[in-house]
């Protein structure tokens, strides 16, 4: 869950990002319903314990983190997309109470959302390397 919060903090502190989405809209865990929109989610998907092809007694913990932004317009998805990875990636030192030695940004997902509702979404995922 650190993992998490440290994309939330980063993406919630970026005055571009917040331009377009709120901080309010930028929620770790999923967006409760009815959230008005744009809006993004973070989860953590994946976890992984030191670097086994670096050290076995590495403290850092390597947390793959999904960004998924949500909006009603299509044309704004890449548009958010391209925010949220200019605020996150690359980013290290102590970030919201956390150790973070990198981000690097991986995969982009595929558009997903419903046509009928006009709600129209994609993720990106980020690799957070960290303690704690």
Same mark, same amino acid.
Do not use: W
């Given at each position: 869950m650190a993992a998490a919060l440290v994309v939330r903090?980063?993406?919630?502190?970026?005055?571009?990002?917040?331009?377009v989405v709120p901080a309010?809209?930028?929620?770790?865990?999923r967006?409760?319903?009815?959230?008005?929109?744009?809006a993004i989610a973070i989860s953590q998907v994946?976890?992984?314990?030191?670097?086994a092809e670096?050290?076995?007694?590495s403290a850092y913990r390597r947390t793959r983190v999904q960004v998924t932004v949500v909006t &009603?317009?299509? !044309?704004?998805? %890449?548009?958010l997309l391209g925010l949220v990875r200019a605020a996150v990636r690359r980013r290290r030192g102590e970030i919201a109470g956390?150790?973070?030695?990198?981000?690097?940004?991986?995969?982009?997902?595929?558009?997903?959302?419903? &046509?009928?509702? !006009?709600?129209? %979404?994609?993720?990106?995922?980020f690799i957070v390397c960290?303690?704690?």
């Open positions: 903090h980063l993406l919630a502190a970026n005055a571009e990002v917040t331009a309010a809209r930028i929620m770790a865990g967006l409760p319903p009815k959230t008005p929109l744009p994946g976890n992984r314990n030191g670097f670096v050290s076995k007694q &009603d317009a299509y !044309e704004q998805v %890449g548009e956390v150790a973070v030695e990198s981000i690097l940004q991986d995969i982009e997902g595929p558009d997903s959302g419903e &046509d009928s509702a !006009e709600i129209f %979404g994609r993720s990106q995922d960290h303690t704690g």
